[in-house]
């Protein structure tokens, strides 16, 4: 909180970045964010990645992470102060030396459907072709049309929509990509998490740093963005996939939402069959012991609140996720 006191100017915040669009908006969503917030400077540094470089599967590229790798090498290299990621590409091991010191508001975690006539979900006619990368979304619109063929493909989001005009009748987006693309008119439908469960941390952006700037500068304006009801939420929807000991590709989905009666976690998680015949789906709550209400803890930071408070946000995926692994998961999502 003192960033401004020194009589010294302090350098510009250098944030690293992946040059895709997508990477592009959500790094200057951020970087716009934390100027504001610390009134620092701050300079984007573009970094190339494997994930980008590449045209394989990002299933057959095997190791989860692909894209945060070179961003996290960047940022160990003192090649900038800070990386911004999507979350949910995000393994959840943590990388030594770095630390996630700021998760910004997040947006709509919802998934979309977007189709060449506008059709939605149940209007698609049968045997239409849906193009998505990601098994979680391929296994649960199996288990909701199993009509529909479904197509593996990847690219960035404009790539993707592209495939529309050319051999496919519809794609699954994440809506906050969409939105921060100023593109969310191309979606048809908002597909509902009692029909696309997302993934865990999809919508939120996850800024890294060294552990070792935690207590300097850096440190303190990141923690003037981090958003506490996002962090409780996303905590919760990644432990579980931690406890399950799955990748960011695995068909494994968590979504958890905060509430004012306690306040309250509500956590749902599900596990599916990549062909779409099984899936397991359960859902918990918490109570998170925080003397405020949702308003309140959207205002304060990370600091002030009791480790409990974190635990409980933790201990509440952990469960679910055993949970699901005593229903069957590991055999259901062959983990
Ligand atoms: N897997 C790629 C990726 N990583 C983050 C987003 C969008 C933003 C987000 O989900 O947080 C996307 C595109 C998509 O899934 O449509």
Redesign the pocket.
């Known amino acids: 909180m003192t960033a401004q006191t020194s009589t010294t100017p302090l350098p510009p915040l250098r944030i690293g970045t992946r040059g895709s669009d997508?990477a592009m908006t959500q790094t200057t969503t951020v970087a716009d964010a934390l100027a504001a917030a610390s009134g620092r400077e701050v300079e984007l540094v573009r970094i190339r990645t494997e994930g980008d470089r590449s045209s394989a599967s990002?299933s057959s590229l095997g190791g989860t992470g692909v894209f945060a790798a070179a961003l996290r090498e960047a940022l160990l290299a003192g090649e900038c102060d800070m990386a911004v990621h999507?979350?949910?590409?995000l393994p959840t091991l943590p990388t030594e030396g770095l630390t996630i010191a700021a998760l910004p508001h997040r947006g709509d975690p919802r998934d979309v459907l977007c189709t060449r006539e506008r059709a939605d979900l149940a209007g698609l006619p049968h045997g239409a072709r849906v193009g998505t990368?990601?098994p979680r979304r391929a296994a649960q619109l199996r288990l909701a049309r199993p009509d529909l063929e479904v197509l593996d493909i990847r690219g960035n989001?404009g790539t993707r929509l592209a495939r529309l005009e050319r051999d496919l009748d519809g794609v699954v987006?994440?809506r906050?990509?969409l939105t921060r693309l100023g593109m969310l008119d191309r979606a048809s439908q908002t597909l509902e998490p009692d029909v696309m469960l997302p993934?865990p941390?999809?919508?939120?952006?996850a800024v890294e740093c060294r552990t070792a700037d935690l207590e300097g500068p850096v440190g303190s304006a990141l923690r003037m963005i981090d958003h506490v009801p996002t962090r409780l939420a996303v905590l919760a929807e990644r432990a579980v996939l931690r406890t399950l000991e799955a990748g960011c590709t695995a068909p494994v989905a968590a979504h958890a939402t905060l509430t004012d009666d306690g306040p309250r976690l509500f956590l749902r998680a599900g596990v599916f069959d990549p062909s779409g015949a099984r899936a397991v789906v359960r859902e918990d709550s918490a109570t998170v012991p925080a003397e405020a209400d949702v308003a309140a803890l959207a205002e304060t930071t990370p600091e002030v609140l009791d480790r409990q408070v974190w635990d409980r946000a933790t201990g509440l995926g952990q469960r679910l996720a055993h949970r699901l692994l005593a229903d069957g998961a590991a055999e259901v999502a062959e983990l």
């Open positions: 997508l990002l999507s979350l949910k590409d990368g990601s989001v987006l994440a906050a990509g993934a941390g999809q919508g939120a952006l």
